[in-house]
């Protein structure tokens, strides 16, 4: 079994910094790529950020220049460094992975629960 796990989230003030982290556990033999999403009160999932296995990455153009995804393959976890938050970030934010379980099984995609991250004006 593999769990995803966000922690990081939280209240900030405007301007303010946030880093979320999320780790995989369980049975992990390869992660492909990584994604943070998030979620606004009456909106759609959108996707914030995503990282592949080689470390190129891509953002929401919401966020570029603000938001810094990385990950620590050692660890099995990746982060998301959010720096000048505004009102409009505040949202549950949502780690997804593609992870393979053993050598000879395909990757399958994984979900965190999220953690929600509220910025105030």
Known sequence: Q??????GGGLVQAGGSLRL?????????SIDTMHWYRQAPGKQRELVA????????????SVKGRFTISRDNAKNT????????TPEDTAVYYCNAD??????????????????????S
């Open 99 to 120: 992870i393979s379980p053993s050598r000879d099984r395909p990757y399958t995609t994984y979900w965190g629960p999220g953690t929600q991250v509220a910025v105030s």
């Open 21 to 29: 982290s999320c780790a995989a556990s369980g049975f992990i033999f």
């Open 2 to 7: 593999v769990q995803l796990v966000e922690s």
């Open 50 to 61: 995503t990282i592949r296995k080689i470390g190129t990455t891509n953002y929401a153009d």
């Open 78 to 85: 990746v982060y998301l460094q959010m720096n000048s938050l």
